[in-house]
């Protein structure tokens, strides 16, 4: 890739300390975020999506350890800064985040201006008449009706579509260059949804954002990411271009997301569900920690973890299907016949 | 057709905030569902789909309105008889298996809870056998009676609620936004676990969900809520291949569908909705079972 590479993460490794014992959360993380491109982290809850994300933003909770690896950011490698220093010059200034639940996300007992404000005051020098002009522009370019007069509101006056572009408007008010949404539409219903995605899609263009997008909704994936990866158990299991992942899966764990999305079109009356649940992580996985739920599992998948398996330049899966002595094996029927009507649809 | 299990007629439901200010949420719905059918119902937050279930289990009281369920009138005033008679016959799934389970009782006390008030076993073993074959059925162990809520997954603890829902055998489950908490996958296996108890019950479901996708799924006939307006109803075949009101097609167009090139270059329907005026629309039949508000 020629790109310009804004973020990599290499080798992330996290893990929790908790009541129970210590939670392998992240199992080595790998993946670059090219400047101006939109990144998906597709995976179930308790994968290490949203973990990883927090890592990068510096939010780790403390009972996190970081045992080793690197994040990147512009050749500066953020685990090395101190709390202090990354507060100062990376949070919210080159990196913000979009929380999942804009009802939560925004503090009840201050006005919408004061929050937007508050991060502006802090980081830059501007004056407070200043900040609040801004204020009012950003709620303007994400698309609020009378700006002027919402600033004076308190959250608990809008409804939840409105409050997340308030979340937006707070995300942007630093000019970050890497915005991180964390499932930023769950909470919100389809045609709220719908809009909400628009307008991120639309300010990327405008102030060449590079977007990172945590979600399990693989609708969403489909409108706005340029590249996904697959995580599962605390790895990234499949990562490519959007096309790759839709149109040529590789992971028996993505081929069971993609059955498991209901697609208008099928007439199928029963929907494919991947048997059982994600592992426990309190238990470190022996193996591939998908096997259990992998009707294509080998002897070789109960013993040793999968290597990532490179397909093309830029799409790689770490199942040991791909490895040249795996036995051919036979898509299932449902998917092939789901592919197949992918590609017509798509002209490919 | 056979006579419906339950028949909404005219629900209105009025919510009197202060003095001067009421919120409409239900503004006169009517529709029925027939034994061993699913009904969905769908709408944008804020359409008054929740408080449609509510009123109907007779969380709320409705302002006006008839609703007849099990050829008994469950609306106005209940008698003790007919409040038992509803109470075991109709019963709820709810949205957040986090928050709709008392973290304070073991799952088999919950499950169980229905069964102690309706007096339905002779002794402490036929209980426990019925909490325990009611485990089975949702792909429970019977030994997690023993547990406690927060010791479950997301998708486990609404399979409990389920549970707990099907253990008085209802005729009628309103789910409300039953798998929206949970992740893609679960909810796969627990809109299949769902069908399954239909096909061996023969209990009908009053779906409610904003998630056309899933939805189309489990759904026989659909109703589209908008402003608390049932604007269209149909068979889910008529809603999906022949939607007929602007918004069911602009909440059709809205569906996110799983196809990254088709995806890219779609533009969904604008439904502008600052200047309708429900009240003056009246009922359009397009077929027997297909009714536009227009």
């Known amino acids: 890739m020629n790109e310009k590479i804004i973020l990599s993460v290499e080798n992330l490794d996290i893990t929790f300390r908790t009541n129970a014992g210590l939670v392998h959360a992240i199992r080595g993380v790998d993946f670059e975020l090219p400047a101006g491109k939109t990144l998906a982290l597709v995976g179930e809850s308790g994968s290490g999506k949203s973990v990883t994300m927090k890592a990068v933003a510096g939010l780790l909770d403390d009972n996190a350890t970081v045992n080793s690896g690197k994040i990147f950011y512009n050749g500066l490698d953020l685990l090395t800064l101190s709390k202090r220093d990354l507060r100062k010059k990376i ?24 929050q937007i404000t508050e991060g502006m005051l802090l980081h830059q020098k501007i004056s407070a008449t200043d900040a609040k002009d801004k204020a009012v522009e950003l709620l303007k370019l994400v698309g609020l009706n009378e700006p002027e007069k919402r600033v004076k509101n308190y959250p608990h006056q809008l409804s939840g579509g409105q409050r997340q572009r308030v979340v937006i408007a707070i995300a942007l008010s630093c000019e970050p260059k890497i915005l991180i949404c964390d499932e930023p539409t769950t909470a919100l219903d389809v045609t709220i949804q719908a809009r909400i995605l628009d307008l991120i899609q639309d300010l990327q263009k405008k102030m060449g954002l590079s977007v990172i997008y945590i979600t399990h909704d693989l609708g969403v994936v ?35 997301l993609l059955l498991a999305m209901p697609d208008l079109d099928t007439t199928e009356d029963r929907l494919y569900s991947i048997p059982g649940s994600p592992p426990n992580l309190l238990h470190e996985p022996i193996g591939d920690a998908f096997a259990a739920r992998n009707r ?53 | 057709m056979n006579n419906p299990l339950l028949k909404v007629d005219n629900l209105h439901q009025h919510f009197k905030i202060s003095r001067n200010f009421t919120v409409k949420a239900v503004n006169g719905v009517s529709f029925e569902i027939f034994p061993g059918e699913t009904y969905g119902l769908v709408g944008e937050s804020g359409s008054g789909k929740t408080t449609i279930g509510r009123s109907i289990i007779r969380l709320y009281d409705p302002t006006s309105g008839e609703i ?23 019963q709820m799934i709810f949205q957040d298996p986090m928050s709709s389970l008392n973290p304070r009782k073991k799952i088999g006390d919950i499950i169980g809870e229905g069964l102690d008030i309706h007096e339905i076993y002779s002794d402490v073993t036929e209980r426990n056998a019925i909490i325990a074959e009611m485990l089975q059925k949702v792909g429970l162990s019977p030994a997690h009676a023993e547990r406690y809520p ?35 996958s679960i909810q796969a296996q627990v809109v299949n676990l769902m069908k399954d108890i239909q096909a061996e019950t023969q209990c009908a479901y009053l779906f409610i969900a904003h998630d056309l996708s899933m939805v189309k799924y489990i759904s026989d ?53 600052s200047n309708v005026n429900y009240s003056a629309a009246t009922v359009q039949k397009i077929s027997d079972t297909h009714f536009v508000l227009l």
């Open chain 2, 68 to 90: 007849i369920f099990n050829r008994s009138k469950i609306s106005g005033t209940l008698n003790n008889k007919t409040r038992r008679m509803l109470r075991k016959n109709m």
């Open chain 1, 296 to 348: 294509f599992a080998m002897k070789i998948d109960e013993r040793e973890q999968p290597p990532m398996f490179k397909i093309s330049e830029t799409h790689s899966a770490a199942t040991w299907l791909l490895h040249p002595d795996a036995p051919k094996i036979e898509l299932p029927r449902e998917l092939r016949l789901r592919l197949e009507r992918a590609r017509k649809a798509a002209n490919l």
């Open chain 2, 221 to 273: 006939r659909i109703g589209v809520l908008h402003l608390g307006y049932l604007v269209e109803t149909g068979t889910t075949e008529e809603i999906f291949s022949d939607p007929i009101h602007p918004y069911t097609k602009s909440l059709l167009s809205a569906v996110p569908c799983p196809n990254p090139r088709v995806e890219k270059f779609r533009r969904p329907v604008v439904y502008d909705s």
């Open chain 1, 222 to 256: 489909a409108k706005v990411a340029d590249f996904v990866n697959v995580m599962y158990a605390g790895k990234i299991i499949e990562a490519g271009t959007v096309d790759e992942i839709f149109y040529d899966p590789r992971h028996p764990y993505t081929w069971g």
């Open chain 2, 150 to 184: 927060h010791q479950f997954s997301g998708g486990q603890r609404q399979r409990a609620g389920i549970a707990r829902a099907l253990v008085m055998k209802p005729k009628l489950i309103i789910a409300d936004e039953c798998i929206s908490a949970l992740d893609v």
């Open chain 1, 91 to 114: 949070n919210g200034q080159q990196i913000a985040m979009v929380f999942q639940d804009p009802m939560t996300s925004l503090d009840p007992t201050m006005t919408i201006g004061a």
